[in-house]
């Protein structure tokens, strides 16, 4: 799978694509990250992205041509709404993110990401190039490069073969059985007088499996009682 990030701050993801599972699954050739300059469709001397608003107001807007020529340049024959490469622009003002979304995404060949910044982006990129608007949650960051990280990995650690286990993301938080995940201990079994669970220090696999599938639902009933109500 390869993901595409279109962003003035390519330089932003070194540290969140360089580290741990992301860097490794890049390393094995199971994901493809590649990051666009948007300045590098831009042809003035000040290789200039953004302009003001129309209308007036603070701040300043992303100019819709550089981002409709990085998109046309990287895809020269996609169409909008092309199943197999996807352009999504990441917003406050977009559909949810979540775990149902991010495992659909895994199914998508090449995803787009857009990463927006200042006041937003010029309205005809929602409207005529991007698939889909995406928000990872109700509060506005200063830029679309935290949230395009958070989809990635998101997205990228559903695919097959990147967590080395693959049951992994079959038994977490948010996966069908509709719970979040078990809480979990490990050694020592009694830390500053605080003992971890006895039934799991033996090795009676079902009354393990009964435990943790009560203390889930515990869990999930004071942390989110709303995903027990769905
Ligand atoms: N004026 C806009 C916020 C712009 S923030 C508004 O009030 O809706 C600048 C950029 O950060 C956005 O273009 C978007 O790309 C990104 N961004 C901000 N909040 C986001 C969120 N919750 N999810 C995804 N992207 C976000």
Redesign the pocket.
């Given at each position: 799978m390869v993901f595409h990030v279109l962003t003035i701050f390519p330089d932003f993801f070194r540290g969140p694509f360089e580290c741990g599972v992301i860097d490794r699954a890049q390393r094995a050739g199971l994901i493809e990250i590649r990051l666009h300059d948007l300045r590098t469709w831009t042809s003035d001397r000040h290789r200039t992205v953004d302009d003001r608003p129309f209308g007036g107001g603070e701040g300043m807007v992303?100019k819709a041509q550089p981002l409709f020529e990085a998109v046309e340049s990287i895809w020269p024959d996609r169409k909008q709404g092309d199943l197999r490469r996807r352009v999504i622009?990441?917003?406050?003002?977009?559909r949810k993110f979540d775990q149902g979304r991010a495992r659909d995404m895994a199914e998508i060949d090449e995803l787009l990401l857009i990463?927006?910044?200042?006041?937003?982006?010029d309205e005809r990129v929602a409207e005529h190039l991007a698939d889909e608007e995406?928000?990872?949650?109700?509060?506005?960051?200063?830029?679309?490069e935290l949230?395009a990280a958070v989809v990635v990995d998101a997205v990228a650690r559903l695919k097959e073969g990147v967590l080395g286990n693959r049951d992994s993301t079959l038994y977490e938080s948010f996966s069908d059985a509709g719970l979040l995940d078990c809480p979990q201990y490990t050694r020592p079994e009694e830390f500053r007088g605080w003992k971890a669970p006895e039934v799991l220090l033996g090795g009676n696999h079902e009354q393990i499996r009964q435990w943790r599938k009560e203390a889930a639902r515990a869990k999930t009933a004071r942390m989110r009682p709303d995903l027990l109500e769905s």
């Open positions: 992303l622009l990441l917003s406050a003002q977009g990463c927006g910044r200042y006041e937003g982006v995406l928000s990872i949650g109700d509060y506005v960051l200063s830029g679309g949230a």
